[in-house]
């Protein structure tokens, strides 16, 4: 038999035992020189020292030829002679793939490396199954964790910002360069930094290098990065695998109460949504083997007793499986186990065809998060994400919402296109419909339009109401924080003004507007701490949402999907209410509702009466 048809993945043999993978061993050559490979099978158990390769794959449509060289050996029957053959292919790689592989080849000597994109076959549905449950060991087990950044760019001054984070590293080195701070974000907004795989591969990882160009560091480089930020209440937060995976000595967490697992899981993926995955599925799969490894930190057992493994049953990786199976299944186990409030993570519209919106789309996520000059919490795509509200009061010590008699179930329906799918029963009461709705507020694009909110009031959302002689409207903007009255009206009064100055430029990750303004969420940097953090409540109530009047007089902040004619309901079990659409293909006799997310209308749930049974879909 021919070399080439011994395999039926380019240049590497079938994986048919439980604890075997491939290797890369990238072939020495010059700088420009094709990229040349040869593929080795390896055990976990018995395997040659190794690297593993950190990066972003980039668009999967452009891409490169690397040759891979298949070795086979050869006996012939009538001699003791043994005979070595080669059979060269191509394998279309990713052009960052290939950037990679050309930085990191050596001039003169082979370099072993794990690289997912090459030593998993992608075509295969059955080996990424395999491989995916492999890979924190391949990880762990590797010698070394190289995060490629990409090449080096002037434009960006990346060979400023590494050479600065490498002196941060070494005490001999006494140049006194100082951060530039544009070079820091430019690195910081690099694509790796958006992936979530990373949090994986870096935390997993013995120890863990940045190369990006020609300049290469230790990944502990980046702790001077949080001192930096720390110290700076103007500088932007750092991207949320910074701020998880600087610290990775697990200390004092043995003794600080564990939330159970599920509740984990939930916090986790919603810490993680505004990061990237080529796949959706990989949303989740990516993320369970950290909390496989605070389990060990923590020195927890499956069979200790604790609480702290999941009672329910999590999708293990299965790529058969479509993603919407896969977050529907989650989804239900979620709500099973954590109750309705699991609800609030709901973020439409959905990437995933076919999915139920009462089940979470962790692949897909809008502007809300929470913020703050003092709290570190950034707001952008692939930053970190807290909202404490919609997960804080999921679980008390010990005892989850879930727990006792449930006020919902689920039940499978056929839809009308003829797919069997899943909907929630519910018990639900419309408080009202919107008929007014208010421009999007986008802090980070120094939007937060409260004049025209306040255009689409009537007079008597407008005029001083309580002890505090606050209006309705002015309520609204803060939620249920409102210490400071005098604070709450002067806040206001600052982000008018700042509109009415006028429209400003593209500034993203600048310390001020291009007219020498401070930027929208540094409006009230100067203030004392006590009053600034409260004033920027502000931001973060009103970020992301679009304000709300409805034909029953509440007032509220609906999420970025919501549309004039939408209703506001009310769930029992859900400690907020939610912003619904008719789902228009059922019974009529039943209320059947798509949601569109969580809002806030202050008192909508004390309003609500006459709940019926309703489902969603």
């Known amino acids: 038999m021919d070399a080439a048809e011994s395999y039926s993945y380019p240049g590497g043999g079938e994986l048919d035992l439980e604890d075997t993978f491939r290797l890369v061993e990238v072939q020495p050559g010059e700088r420009d020189a094709p990229v040349t490979v040869h593929l080795l099978a390896a055990s976990l158990h018995g395997c040659p020292q190794y690297e593993a390769l950190s990066y972003a794959w980039g668009d999967a449509t452009q891409t490169e030829a690397i040759h891979v060289v298949a070795l086979a050996s050869r006996g012939d029957a009538s001699s003791t002679t043994t005979t070595t053959t080669t059979t060269t292919t191509s394998l279309s790689v990713t052009r960052s793939c290939a950037a990679a592989l050309r930085r990191l080849r050596l001039p003169t000597e082979p370099r072993l490396l794990w690289i997912d994109a090459i030593c998993i076959d992608q075509s295969s549905v059955p080996e990424r199954n395999h491989q995916l449950s492999l890979m924190p060991q391949i990880y762990s087990g590797a010698a070394c964790v190289v995060v490629y950044l990409g090449e080096s760019s002037d434009a960006e001054d990346s060979d400023d910002a590494m050479d600065w984070l490498r002196e941060t590293q070494d005490p001999w080195l006494t140049s006194g360069r100082q951060a530039v701070p544009g070079a820091i974000s430019s690195l910081l907004g690099r694509p790796w930094f958006l992936r979530t795989w990373v949090l994986q591969e870096i935390q997993l990882a013995r120890r863990a290098s940045v190369v990006c160009g020609t300049r290469e560091v230790g990944w502990e480089a980046l702790n001077e990065l949080r001192y930096m930020i720390d110290n700076n209440s103007r500088a932007e937060p750092l991207p949320y695998a910074v701020q998880s995976l600087t610290d990775k000595s697990g200390r004092g967490r043995r003794k600080t109460w564990v939330p159970p697992y599920p509740v984990r899981l939930l916090q986790l993926l919603q810490n993680t949504r505004y990061l990237e995955a080529t796949d959706a599925r990989n ?332 489902i969603i879909r």
């Open 283 to 614: 949303k989740l799969y990516a993320v369970l083997p950290l909390l496989d490894w605070e389990d060990q930190q923590r020195n927890l057992s499956v069979d200790s007793g604790d609480g702290n493994h999941a009672p329910f049953a999590i999708p293990k990786g299965d790529y058969s499986r479509s993603p919407a199976e896969t977050f529907a299944q989650l989804g239900r186990a979620l709500i099973d186990t954590l109750g309705l409030n699991v609800l609030c993570s709901i973020v439409t519209p959905t990437k995933v065809p076919g999915l139920p919106t009462w089940a979470p789309d962790w692949s897909t996520h809008a502007l809300r998060s929470s913020r703050g000059t003092k709290g570190r919490t950034h707001l952008r795509k692939g930053w970190a994400f807290s909202d404490a509200r919609a997960s804080s009061s999921l679980v008390s010590r010990g005892t989850a919402d879930g727990a006792g008699d449930k006020p919902w179930r689920f039940s499978e329906y056929m839809t009308p296109e003829g797919s069997q799918s899943t909907q929630l029963h519910v018990r639900a009461a419309t408080v009202g419909t919107i008929v007014q709705l208010g421009e999007l507020c986008d802090v980070y694009r120094d939007y937060l339009p409260l004049e025209q909110w306040e255009s689409i009031c009537e007079p008597r959302h407008l005029g001083e109401t309580g002890p505090e002689m606050l209006t309705p409207f002015v309520e609204t903007l803060f939620g249920t924080l409102r210490p400071y009255a005098d604070m709450m009206l002067e806040a206001v009064q600052k982000v008018k003004e700042f509109h009415r100055q006028g429209p400003i430029g593209q500034h993203d990750g600048k310390a001020t507007c291009p007219d020498g303004r401070a930027l929208l969420r540094h409006l009230f940097v100067s203030w004392t701490p006590s009053y600034r953090v409260q004033a920027e409540q502000i931001f973060s109530h009103c970020h992301g949402r679009k304000f709300f009047v409805a034909d029953t007089g509440f007032l509220g902040l609906a999420p970025e999907a919501a549309v004039v004619g939408d209703r506001v309901v009310g769930i029992e079990g859900l400690k907020v209410p939610v912003v619904a659409r008719s789902a228009g293909d059922s019974d009529a006799s039943v209320l059947a509702l798509r949601l569109v997310g969580q809002c806030y209308a202050e008192g909508a749930l004390n309003a609500a009466v006459g709940y019926e049974e309703a």
